[in-house]
């Protein structure tokens, strides 16, 4: 026959075990609710930089058209300055020419 404080105390021993799994199972319950929560978090703060990223790319074709347009402006300035310039060094030679061929000496400012 078997011994009856054998009988009691392995159901004892049972719920022992069965209260140690069951709080280890609501320990990885909030664990798993814990890591669930971060996940979303990362989700949205990674929605977050990808619209900002968005944002900083459209800006930066905004500003790489506003250059290219500037570059382009410099450049028409540039060629109508030289043009300007040759016409001016062309005019200033035609004069000199014309002093010369008219034998017109400037008189000195020396007194």
Same mark, same amino acid.
């Given at each position: ?6 009988? !009691?105390?392995?159901?004892?021993? &049972?719920?022992? +075990? ?6 280890? !199972? ?6 798993? /609710? ?8 990362? /989700? ?14 459209? =800006? ?28 001016? &060094?062309? +005019?200033?030679? =035609?004069? +000199? /020419? ?14």
């Amino acid at each position: 026959m078997a011994d009856p404080s054998v009988k !009691n105390h392995r159901p004892t021993k &049972m719920v022992a +075990q069965e209260e140690l799994l069951r709080r280890r !199972n609501e320990e990885l319950e909030r664990e798993l /609710k814990r890591s669930l929560e971060r996940e979303e978090k990362m /989700k949205t703060e990674l929605q977050k930089t990808w619209e900002r990223l968005r944002v900083a790319e459209e =800006a930066e074709e905004h500003l790489c058209s506003q250059l290219g347009e500037l570059e382009a402006e410099a450049m028409d300035q540039a060629c109508a300055y030289r043009e300007r310039l040759m016409t001016l &060094m062309e +005019q200033l030679s =035609a004069a +000199q /020419k014309l002093i010369q061929s008219a034998s017109v000496q400037i008189p000195s400012m020396d007194l």
